[in-house]
């Protein structure tokens, strides 16, 4: 006999990996729809969790969505988050004809042109508001109806207001979010149990990340703004490293952080931000995650830590830089290919102006019709096909941008969509052109010189885990002594060869593998480590 589902007409909840706001805030909406269910789809953050699994659940009732029945939901209400991604749980409530849905979040909305992870949810009531927590619009609602919180519930509110304003520390904190902690406390709400939720403690595993962040940590001048990225890598995941990423902020007093933490086959990103100017919310959700304009973060899996950095990089410039523009970007007059030119003509004509591409004019005009790569070039000429017209090999679909396209459209056609090149055409004829190289020089013009990632493939993969478990003691000594000799000399040490591959696809150590270690060690032939090159390569394995 199948339980018999829960059924209420409405069904509060709030994003994945929920934070202390999250969860105060759907204890607060439940203050204002008494004849509602509450679902929690849980958290990252450690303290959360055990807080939810030990005192939340025997105070209110939470219930999983498989066991809600639909039927009898009439209204779905969303806190703390005004994104559809970040609510899977829920979606097919949301779909659902007759539902009215309703969002409470305090986070920016979502311009028109957000990608499908930053979608909007589609609401029929919204209260949005730019406080430092989604808990005080809930409380101005509470006022504005005259409910008032017994001890319980003003606790629980405030927790989410400290919580998301950093003890009002943040400068995302306004003045409505005092207000509202004034309010609450009248109310009775109890802080030295607050302090002991939001303050948590140092453990020697947080002291050595921080360490290690501290260690890391690279400055770089971002137009007038200086930006700080440090990075971790973890063993193991650690749910409250934004703890870690707020200590950072209040040691080094820096203005705007990116801290990455690699942990468990993803990056896990913590921003923050003091400046006006650099919306961190912003970049977070470009990469998948979300936030407001000074805190933020994303978890992003199969993105190796230098992509992510490109990336972060990016999204910063085109903040700093809104008022770029191809014209001001561009190489012109732009050098061209007519189509019926042969391929041998063209990969004369780029050779000798440098070019690695060049845009494909339909003869007797500049009208843009296409491009040549260099690459393709010499490979049809290495196959004996160089009489052959350049509209027969080159690259048809082409975007083009007028001269006053922003600099973020012509780096999301460069980088996000891979083209080498972008004619920049007025009146239907190309005036000039803008490469990778042009974005390059701009960036180079900068203090910071942060290059344009390169589109590849290719993936990188941390292996400070499999190393540990797959090799014995004396070696792993050695190959991080090798990596600390290295960093004395300031080269780049490379383990290559065999050696890696049998790390990544050969079973932990074993006794066969013992034996070829003491072997290899037995009689060691000296090495030398150049000081004056730019690598060091080492390469292990047997013969």
Same mark, same amino acid.
């Given at each position: 006999?199948?339980?018999? $589902?829960?059924?209420?007409?409405?069904?509060?909840?709030?994003?994945?990996?929920?934070?202390?706001?999250?969860?105060?805030?759907?204890?607060?909406?439940?203050?204002?729809?008494?004849?509602?269910?509450?679902?929690?789809?849980?958290?990252?953050?450690?303290?959360?969790?055990?807080?939810?699994?030990? #005192?939340?659940?025997?105070?209110?009732?939470?219930?999983?969505?498989?066991?809600?029945?639909?039927?009898? =939901?009439?209204?779905?209400?969303?806190?703390?988050?005004?994104?559809?991604?970040?609510?899977?749980?829920?979606?097919?409530?949301?779909?659902?004809?007759?539902?009215?849905?309703?969002?409470? &979040?305090?986070? !920016?909305? !979502?311009?028109?042109?957000?990608?499908?992870?930053? %979608?909007?949810?589609?609401?029929?009531?919204?209260?949005?508001?730019?406080?430092?927590?989604?808990?005080?619009?809930?409380?101005?609602?509470?006022? @504005?109806?005259?409910?008032?919180?017994?001890?319980?519930?003003?606790?629980?509110?405030?927790? /989410?207001?400290?919580?998301?304003? /950093?003890?009002?520390?943040?400068?995302?904190? %306004?003045?409505?979010?005092?207000?509202?902690?004034?309010? $609450?406390?009248?109310?009775?709400?109890?802080?030295?149990?607050?302090?002991?939720?939001?303050? #948590?403690?140092?453990?020697?595993?947080?002291? %050595?990340?921080?360490?290690?962040?501290?260690?890391?940590?690279?400055?770089?001048?971002?137009?007038?703004?200086?930006?700080?990225?440090?990075?971790?890598?973890?063993?193991?995941?650690?749910? &409250?490293?934004?703890? $870690?990423?707020?200590?950072?902020?209040?040691?080094?007093?820096?203005?705007?952080?990116?801290?990455?933490?690699?942990?468990?086959?993803?990056?896990?990103?913590?921003?923050?931000?003091?400046?006006?100017?650099?919306?961190?919310?912003?970049?977070?959700?470009?990469?998948?995650?979300?936030?407001?304009?000074?805190?933020?973060?994303?978890?992003?899996?199969?993105? !190796?830590?230098?992509?992510?950095? &490109?990336?972060?990089?990016?999204?910063?410039?085109?903040?700093?830089?809104?008022?770029?523009?191809?014209?001001?970007?561009?190489?012109?007059?732009?050098? /061209?290919? @007519?189509?019926?030119?042969?391929?041998?003509?063209?990969?004369?004509?780029?050779? *000798?102006?440098?070019?690695?591409?060049?845009?494909?004019?339909?003869?007797?005009?500049?009208?843009?019709?296409?491009?040549?790569?260099?690459?393709?070039?010499?490979?049809?000429?290495?196959?004996?096909?160089?009489?052959?017209?350049?509209?027969?090999?080159?690259?048809?679909?082409?975007?083009?941008?007028?001269?006053?396209?922003?600099?973020?459209?012509?780096?999301?056609?460069?980088?996000?969509?891979?083209?080498?090149?972008?004619? =920049?055409?007025?009146?239907?004829?190309?005036?000039?052109?803008?490469?990778?190289?042009?974005?390059?020089?701009?960036?180079?013009?900068?203090?910071?010189?942060?290059?344009?990632?390169?589109?590849?493939?290719?993936?990188?993969?941390?292996?400070? %885990?499999?190393?540990?478990?797959?090799?014995?003691? !004396?070696? $792993?000594?050695?190959?991080?002594?090798?990596?600390?000799?290295? &960093?004395?000399?300031?080269?780049?040490?490379?383990?290559?060869?065999?050696?890696?591959?049998?790390?990544?696809?050969?079973?932990?150590?074993?006794?066969?593998?013992?034996?070829?270690?003491?072997?290899?060690?037995?009689?060691?032939?000296? *090495?030398?480590?150049?000081?004056?090159?730019?690598?060091?390569?080492?390469?292990?394995?047997?013969?």
């Amino acid at each position: 006999m199948k339980p018999s $589902l829960a059924s209420a007409p409405t069904v509060i909840t709030c994003h994945s990996n929920a934070d202390w706001d999250a969860l105060s805030s759907m204890i607060g909406m439940s203050m204002l729809y008494p004849d509602s269910i509450m679902i929690f789809p849980g958290s990252m953050e450690k303290p959360l969790n055990q807080f939810f699994n030990e #005192t939340a659940v025997f105070l209110y009732t939470f219930r999983n969505i498989k066991e809600i029945d639909h039927a009898g =939901v009439k209204r779905v209400v969303v806190v703390d988050t005004q994104i559809r991604s970040r609510v899977p749980h829920v979606q097919e409530l949301l779909d659902l004809p007759g539902v009215e849905v309703e969002v409470w &979040d305090h986070h !920016p909305t !979502p311009g028109p042109s957000s990608g499908e992870k930053n %979608k909007a949810i589609r609401a029929d009531m919204t209260h949005i508001g730019t406080t430092g927590s989604t808990c005080t619009l809930i409380c101005q609602a509470l006022q @504005e109806r005259g409910i008032t919180p017994a001890c319980q519930e003003a606790t629980f509110l405030g927790l /989410g207001i400290y919580g998301d304003t /950093g003890a009002f520390t943040y400068t995302s904190t %306004k003045p409505e979010d005092f207000l509202a902690g004034a309010w $609450l406390r009248r109310h009775g709400m109890d802080l030295p149990f607050i302090a002991d939720l939001v303050q #948590t403690g140092m453990t020697s595993v947080h002291i %050595k990340v921080l360490n290690e962040l501290l260690d890391s940590a690279s400055v770089h001048e971002v137009g007038p703004y200086s930006v700080v990225l440090a990075e971790a890598t973890l063993d193991s995941f650690m749910g &409250d490293f934004a703890y $870690l990423a707020q200590k950072f902020m209040e040691m080094e007093s820096c203005n705007v952080l990116f801290a990455l933490a690699n942990m468990e086959e993803k990056v896990q990103v913590v921003a923050r931000s003091r400046v006006d100017a650099v919306d961190v919310g912003l970049i977070c959700k470009a990469l998948g995650g979300g936030g407001h304009r000074f805190a933020a973060s994303a978890s992003v899996k199969s993105v !190796p830590i230098p992509e992510l950095k &490109d990336a972060i990089f990016q999204q910063l410039y085109m903040q700093v830089n809104p008022n770029k523009q191809a014209r001001d970007l561009m190489s012109s007059p732009a050098v /061209g290919i @007519e189509d019926r030119q042969t391929i041998r003509e063209a990969e004369q004509l780029m050779n *000798r102006y440098g070019l690695k591409a060049a845009p494909v004019f339909r003869a007797g005009t500049r009208h843009c019709i296409g491009y040549m790569e260099c690459q393709t070039a010499s490979r049809a000429i290495a196959h004996e096909l160089g009489d052959m017209p350049v509209s027969e090999y080159m690259q048809r679909a082409i975007l083009t941008v007028p001269p006053d396209a922003p600099l973020q459209r012509l780096m999301k056609i460069i980088v996000g969509a891979h083209q080498r090149l972008v004619p =920049v055409v007025e009146k239907n004829e190309v005036i000039g052109v803008v490469t990778r190289t042009d974005l390059i020089n701009m960036f180079v013009e900068d203090p910071s010189g942060v290059p344009i990632p390169v589109n590849t493939s290719a993936r990188e993969r941390n292996l400070a %885990k499999l190393l540990s478990t797959r090799l014995p003691h !004396p070696m $792993l000594a050695m190959l991080r002594r090798a990596g600390e000799l290295g &960093d004395s000399l300031n080269v780049s040490v490379y383990a290559v060869g065999g050696f890696v591959r049998d790390i990544m696809l050969s079973p932990p150590w074993n006794s066969t593998t013992s034996i070829w270690w003491s072997r290899a060690t037995a009689s060691p032939s000296p *090495r030398r480590w150049p000081g004056n090159s730019e690598a060091a390569s080492a390469s292990t394995g047997p013969s």
